[in-house]
């Protein structure tokens, strides 16, 4: 290991643990309060650090498959993030060059990567395989449908908070897979890879139910006073 990989790698571990910590606080205080915004920037730089960091090291180790995961983890806090901004800023509601590349790429990868862990020279199928087929299929989809949403971007309103909910909580998600892959060795192999897929999305259908419930609530509420 060279000093230079050692270097990449000890920041990347670094941020890593920030984001991980870090990213835990949005979800307890006030939705789009000042807490809120803080410690989801913190979030959202350390993860993207994080991630970028484990991009070089994927290409410099010529791994195509770890290099898709960074990739994902990159494009769910870029379209987390231009989901909120969209919502916010009308200027920011029409697609751009940069709305259409992301999900291009990422389906590119989502596509590539599987393929190119199965037929390396020393790959072949095993319980393991099953972890390239899922990542690429959840990259997929997430490409696939953002580039078929593209069209609504006409409109800012068009852009819910849930879609920045899903895709910030989506990318806490790869944070913790790659923490379980690195350090969970008491567990299987298969099951460090997965369970945080698994958990992970159980509870973002359980706080989606919560969210829209307390924006039928505020609603409710709004429409009263209004009366």
Do not use: C
């Not at 913190?42 to 090291?57: D, E, Q, R």
């Not at 769910?76 to 291009?104: N, V």
């Not at 078929?148 to 800012?156: I, K, N, P």
Request: net charge positive.
């Amino acid at each position: 290991m060279t000093g230079a990989h050692a270097l990449l790698r000890l920041a990347h571990i670094a941020a890593g643990f920030t984001a991980l910590g870090s990213g835990l606080i949005p979800l307890l205080v006030t939705k789009g309060g000042r807490a809120h915004r803080l410690w989801g920037w913190v979030y959202a730089g350390s993860l993207g650090l994080a991630s970028a960091l484990a991009l070089a090291l994927a290409v410099r180790g010529s791994d195509l498959f770890m290099a898709s995961l960074a990739v994902l983890t990159l494009y769910l806090l870029f379209s987390g993030l231009r989901a909120i901004r969209r919502r916010q800023a009308s200027e920011l509601s029409a697609a751009t060059a940069l709305d259409r590349a992301g999900p291009l790429l990422l389906l590119a990868l989502s596509l590539a990567s599987p393929l190119w862990y199965l037929t390396r020279p020393q790959g072949g199928w095993s319980s393991l395989s099953l972890v390239p087929l899922v990542f690429g299929a959840l990259g997929a989809l997430f490409a696939i449908r953002d580039l078929r949403s593209l069209r609504a971007l006409a409109s800012s309103e068009g852009v819910p908070f849930f879609d920045h909910f899903v895709r910030m909580l989506s990318s806490y998600i790869a944070a913790t897979t790659a923490f379980s892959v690195t350090n969970l060795h008491a567990l299987p192999p298969l099951v460090r890879w997965l369970w945080p897929t698994v958990l992970g999305t159980i509870g973002i259908t359980l706080l989606a139910r919560r969210f829209a419930r307390e924006d039928q609530e505020q609603e409710e509420q709004e429409e009263q006073g209004g009366d």
